[in-house]
Nanobody, 124 residues
Framework: QVQLVESGGGLVQAGGSLRLSCAAS????????MGWFRQAPGKEREFVAA????????RYVDSVKGRFTISRDNAKNTLYLQMNSLEPEDTAVYYC?????????????????WGQGTQVTVSS
């Protein structure tokens, strides 16, 4: 079992940057596919990015490609999301999640563990 705690959210102006972190505790962090999701008010939770066990494979939703970078440090049991060129449309609660899977996953239902979320607000 893995426990996940996100941090790094906040209020930023459009065009700014934030770096989210997700600290994992428990066993086997390096054996999980990790993902970032977000949920805006009144909308469903959506996939943002995912990364394979050792970080060799990454996937992004089209709307963040070229602006966001997902990474992980297995020695520190930590997942990151570097967000640059932020837009008001990026405003949401951001969640990290872990999937006991060999392959990258993009669907909410395929992830086994979730953090509590961190708020990101981008002002125009």
């Amino acid at each position: 079992q893995v426990q996940l705690v996100e941090s790094g959210g906040g209020l930023v102006q459009a065009g700014g940057s934030l770096r989210l972190s997700c600290a994992a505790s428990g066993r086997g962090f390096s054996n999980y596919v990790m993902g970032w999701f977000r949920q805006a008010p009144g909308k469903e939770r959506e996939f943002v990015a995912a990364i394979s066990w050792i970080g060799g494979t990454k996937r992004y939703v089209d709307s963040v490609k070229g602006r966001f970078t997902i990474s992980r440090d297995n020695a520190k049991n930590t997942l990151y999301l570097q967000m640059n060129s932020l837009e008001p449309e990026d405003t949401a609660v951001y969640y990290c999640a872990a999937a006991a899977s060999l392959y990258l996953k993009v669907e909410v239902g395929h992830y086994d563990y979730w953090g509590q979320g961190t708020q990101v607000t981008v002002s125009s």
